[in-house]
T-cell receptor, first 113, second 113 residues
């Protein structure tokens, strides 16, 4: 059973601080990794994707991947109240043409003003 | 570019009734996905289409769920008969290049009573 694990939270972070969200996955053959943000009552919105070990930065967001440890993280710098949402980690299934994503349950992030 | 369109936005039905959801993907996107998101969980892939062919339906409860994609464009997901545990948001997504992630529609919230 391929799984993606996230701490459900809530994770409370003061405004302006760095929020750190973590995710582990079980399938060593996973090729690509995604972070989605989901506001309450809305559909998931893609924030970042990463394929290679190391860091990938996009504005205030940094995704980190360590395939040896099967670990993905998302850092949000200078956190804003508008960053309060559920963050979903997703892993692209490997093999053949089937490329649907396996999602974790999400981490609920609260940015305190 | 218009996004992924879904209808209806909300549906309430009694158990054992049938229901259908419709999805129109982003123009030119060959791949279409249906996901089920139960409250408090991440989305779960139900079925993936490539043009009008099924690529992956391994997690589709085929005794009650069916889906089709006519002419490789619009898609319909049907549940017959519905159970209480089918209460969820049904999300449609499409992509032209899945390795960079994809965009979800606004979803259909189904309540089975």
């Amino acid at each position: 059973q391929k799984e993606v694990e996230q701490n459900s939270g809530p994770l409370s972070v003061p405004e302006g601080a760095i929020a750190s969200l973590n995710c582990t996955y079980s399938d060593r053959g996973s090729q690509s990794f995604f972070w989605y943000r989901q506001y309450s009552g809305k559909s998931p919105e893609l924030i970042m994707f990463i394929y290679s070990n190391g860091d990938k930065e996009d504005g205030r967001f940094t995704a980190q991947l360590n395939k040896a440890s099967q670990y993905v993280s998302l850092l949000i710098r200078d956190s804003q109240p508008s960053d309060s949402a559920t963050y979903l980690c997703a892993v692209r299934r490997s093999g053949g043409g089937a490329d649907g994503l396996t999602f974790g349950k999400g981490t609920h992030l609260i940015i305190q003003p | 570019e218009a996004g992924v369109a879904q209808s209806p936005r909300y549906k309430i039905i009694e158990k054992r009734q049938s229901v259908a959801f419709w999805c129109n993907p982003i123009s030119g996107h060959a791949t279409l996905y249906w996901y089920q998101q139960i409250l408090g969980q991440g989305p779960k892939l139900l079925i993936q289409f490539q043009n009008n062919g099924v690529v992956d339906d391994s997690q589709l409860p085929k005794d009650r769920f069916s889906a089709e994609r006519l002419k490789g464009v619009d898609s319909t997901l049907k549940i017959q008969p519905a159970k209480l545990e089918d209460s969820a948001v049904y999300l449609c997504a499409s992509s032209s290049f899945a390795t960079t992630g994809y965009t979800f529609g606004s979803g259909t919230r189904l309540t089975v009573v």
